[in-house]
């Protein structure tokens, strides 16, 4: 009986040794490649769709929801006010489209969408920004504010978070002129915001400085979009005058 139950093992061991050994041949052959590639494709096409998926359930659909109303709002009022401005009544009463009002009603709609509404839209963005990302009173190493765009008054200031300073808790700010940042400023009992009187605040030396900001500070943001945080008010003392 152990006899039979040895051979039985023995060929079930053999069975499985060849069994090992046709797989392997079949993963090292061209059939098992392609079949592999193929399987490993289909199952990151299909992870990718569950995570396009949750995207777009959690974060695309709410946020189109929000957006929505006051978006087809604005549209209706466009209409409306498209509507009574390029169409006339003729000697009959009835009314005609006059391609002349409508092409003074569209460069109207032009210069107003430049001037007016996408600064009001990039103001609403600074405040909510603002509101859910200011630091006040947050003290921190600064030196070497440097004026980067002249022309439009712009000024970079790096330190970093604690000494010394290193790669990991380095930062850089900016410091321009903006709708948001001169009415924060007015607000404040500051008068006019001036980014060179800003900058200038900021001492070649490193200096222990508190800071009002606001802004996202991360990295993949700064290198490969050029967001920086604001800087808005400072208060330096070089470190080799502290006590």
Same mark, same amino acid.
């Given at each position: 009986? !152990?006899? +039979? ?5 023995? &060929?079930?061991? /053999?069975?499985?040794?060849?069994? $090992? @050994? =046709? ?48 978006? !087809?709002? +604005? ?5 409306? &006010?498209?509507? /009574?401005?390029?169409?006339?009544? $003729? @000697? =009959? ?151």
């Amino acid at each position: 009986m !152990s006899n +039979l139950r040895d051979e039985v093992e023995a &060929l079930k061991k /053999k069975l499985e040794e060849r069994a $090992d @050994e =046709r797989a392997k041949v079949h993963s090292r052959s061209w059939t098992g490649r392609t079949q592999y590639n193929l399987t490993a494709l289909h199952r990151f096409l299909f992870q990718f769709v569950q995570a396009v998926g949750w995207i777009y359930a959690h974060i695309v659909r709410p946020a189109a929801r929000l957006l929505f109303k006051p978006v !087809s709002w +604005l549209w209706h009022l466009y209409r409306l &006010l498209w509507d /009574k401005a390029v169409y006339y009544e $003729d @000697e =009959r009463q009835e009314r005609q489209f006059s391609k002349t009002r409508g092409g003074i009603f569209l460069a109207l709609s032009a210069v107003f969408a430049w001037y007016l509404f996408i600064p009001a839209v990039v103001f609403l963005f600074h405040g909510i920004l603002f509101l859910t990302t200011v630091k006040r009173g947050e003290v921190v190493y600064l030196t070497n504010s440097q004026e980067i765009l002249p022309h439009e008054n712009e000024h970079s200031v790096q330190g970093c978070h604690a000494l010394p300073c290193t790669d990991q808790n380095s930062m850089y700010f900016r410091i321009r002129a903006s709708n948001f940042n001169e009415v924060w400023s007015l607000l404040s009992g500051r008068g006019l915001f001036f980014p060179d009187y800003v900058a200038a605040s900021v001492p070649v030396a490193v200096s222990r400085c508190t800071i009002t900001s606001y802004g996202l500070r991360i990295k993949l943001l700064m290198r490969g979009f050029d967001i920086y945080p604001d800087l808005l008010q400072t208060e330096c003392s070089p470190l080799n005058e502290q006590p």
